[in-house]
């Protein structure tokens, strides 16, 4: 199947930093991808829809000027938390869309765990 | 609203045969994803169904009926590492996923 790497896989931060992480996908083209996030034993919580191109879309509650997606190329998006507090540790997964004439698949990346001290 | 179920935990003994169940009730189906995620890992694909009737991979077996907005994973011979949460997920008529809670696998020796 299709690959999807996220940079880094961990981080620990200050609170107050920036953080940015990186969301690949190695040989395909993918011109949506997806940001989530995930709490210990919750289900993912789609963040927001990144479209190669232009502006993401974001989901009700999440704050686009705290969570900076930028997908700028056909492999390449990228979610930047700025000015990060420690209730934005969590465990951050993006996924890539493929599709073709009959299906529709979501290939997902590693995830990159957020710690925030 | 949308709405995804499916249990929140189930106990299988290794070599056995589990079945997993998830309803759904959506704006819209535009198919059904079965994920695997291991605890602490991003989920990883199993199967997707849009059309009724059962696909068989391997020891996994996924089935869907969308006139009762139903699917079940089954998987046969049961081993050790397949303890997992198993995520049910569907693609609305906005092709948004819209997912489950997941399903606790835990198997027993």
């Known amino acids: 199947g299709a690959v999807v790497s996220q940079h880094p896989s961990r981080v620990i931060c200050k609170s107050g930093t920036s953080v940015k992480i990186e969301c690949r996908s190695l040989d395909f083209q993918a011109t949506t991808m997806f940001w989530y996030r995930q709490f210990p034993k919750q289900s993912l919580m789609l963040m927001a829809t990144s479209n190669e191109g232009s502006k993401a879309t974001y989901e009700q509650g999440v704050e686009k000027d705290k969570f900076l997606i930028n997908h700028a190329s056909l492999t390449l998006s990228t979610l930047t938390v700025t000015s990060a507090h420690p209730e934005d540790s969590s465990f951050y997964i993006c996924?890539?869309?493929?599709?073709?004439?009959?299906?529709?698949?979501?290939?997902f990346g590693p995830g990159t765990r957020l710690l925030v001290l | 609203g949308q709405n995804i179920d499916q249990p929140t935990e189930m106990t299988a003994t290794e070599g056995a045969i589990v079945q997993i169940n998830c309803t759904y009730q959506t704006s819209g189906f535009n198919g059904l994803f079965w994920y695997q995620q291991h605890a602490g890992e991003a989920p990883t694909f199993l199967s997707y169904n849009v059309l009724d009737g059962l696909e068989e991979k391997g020891r996994f077996s996924s089935f869907l009926s969308r006139s009762k907005g139903y699917s079940y994973l089954l998987l046969k011979e049961l081993q050790m590492k397949d303890s997992a949460s198993y995520l049910c997920a569907v693609v609305d008529s906005n092709y948004q996923l819209i997912w489950g809670a997941g399903t606790k696998l835990i198997i027993k020796p």
């Open positions: 996924s890539a869309r493929v599709s073709d004439r009959v299906s529709e698949t979501q290939y």
